[in-house]
């Protein structure tokens, strides 16, 4: 079980192709679905969840993004399916994604170790009706307007035991541009995180964690993350996303939904001009029996 694991992982070193850039959210530690395919592995049930985040409020043209997710466990148990959809815009471009994902679980004793992949489509258009000139018809703005539609594939680990767990992916592994015969744009990324949670009393839990997003050219993003939870009923946190923002975060559990709300308070020289980011998150959950361990929220 150990040399397996080391091979897939000297695998994700080896194939950390460029990627399209795609959307953080906050709120990824209630469904890491977002960034790891092989997250679904974790779920009892089916769950549907939708985020919606407008950030950088007070500039125009910043990343507004909707993104839904769907994801369960098979009866067979150690098979998990998942689909997400992704609409992201931001400035003269307008990104639409949509993906499915397929995990298979295996018992390691301790724990459950998921490998998944994911597959799907990338739809992009520029507007360049968008661009305001001083000069009329000015050619190096005069272009057509840009369409796109790329295939994609995206591959992750998953690893978990009652309290501790850790993942590593690449959302968007490879994208092939048939027009430029190229495999992989923009950038290079790669995502890693683990975490532990500690039960305080028999009502109160606590989740500390770390992400860590890596991509070419640019400095490693590296988030610190501490949850608490009361009851499962209440969810707040804290983030520091290292010189970019830090994030308050709200979750609250009733019946068969949950509902979320996180707030980006921007640092450094920008954040003069924004008011920060806004995230909102609603999920339901429909669950039926299957023997495996509960997923963590991180």
Same mark, same amino acid.
Request: proline share 4%.
């Given at each position: #079980? ?34 790891? !395919? ?11 969840? #939708? ?18 997710? +769907? ?10 399916? *998942?689909?997400?959809?992704?609409? /992201? ?10 993906? *499915? ?29 968008? $661009?305001?000139?001083?000069?009329? *018809? /000015? ?15 995206? #591959?992750? +680990? ?8 850790? *993942? ?16 992989? $744009? ?11 949670? +500690? ?8 989740? !500390? ?9 640019? !400095? ?27 994030? %308050? ?7 068969? %939904?949950? +509902? ?20 909102? #998150? ?17």
């Amino acid at each position: #079980m150990k040399k397996t694991l080391i091979g897939v992982l000297c695998i994700f070193a080896v194939f950390a192709a460029k990627a399209q850039h795609f959307p953080l959210f906050s709120q990824y530690m209630f469904n890491g679905l977002v960034i790891n !395919p092989a997250y679904a592995t974790g779920q009892d049930g089916l769950n549907a969840i #939708m985020y919606y985040k407008k950030q950088w409020v007070g500039f125009e043209g910043t990343p507004s993004t909707l993104s839904g997710t +769907l994801q369960s466990t098979l009866k067979k148990e150690k098979i998990s399916i *998942g689909l997400i959809f992704l609409n /992201d815009t931001y400035g003269l471009k307008t990104q639409n994604d949509l993906s *499915g994902s397929f995990a298979y679980r295996i018992n390691t004793g301790k724990g459950k170790l998921g490998l998944g992949i994911s597959g799907g489509m990338s739809a992009i258009y520029n507007d360049q009706n968008k $661009i305001n000139t001083t000069d009329n *018809g /000015d050619p190096a703005f005069s272009g057509t307007n840009n369409y796109k539609v790329l295939p994609k594939i995206g #591959m992750g +680990l998953y690893y978990n035991t009652p309290n501790f767990f850790s *993942g590593i992916s690449i959302p968007q592994w490879l994208i092939y541009d048939k027009e430029t015969h190229t495999t992989g $744009i923009l950038a290079r990324s790669l995502v890693g995180y683990s975490g532990y949670s +500690l039960k305080i009393n028999p009502q109160i839990t606590i989740t !500390p964690s770390l992400l860590i997003k890596f991509l070419s050219a640019t !400095p490693a993003q590296v988030d610190y993350n501490l949850t608490a939870t009361w009851k499962k009923i209440i969810t707040a946190g804290v983030s520091y996303r290292m010189y970019n923002a830090v994030v %308050f975060l709200f979750q609250y559990h009733w019946e068969n %939904f949950d +509902l979320g709300y996180a707030y980006d308070y921007t640092i450094g020289p920008i954040s003069k001009y924004t008011a920060g980011s806004h995230e909102f #998150m609603i999920s339901y959950a429909i669950k039926y029996e299957v023997s495996v361990p509960d997923p963590k929220k991180f």
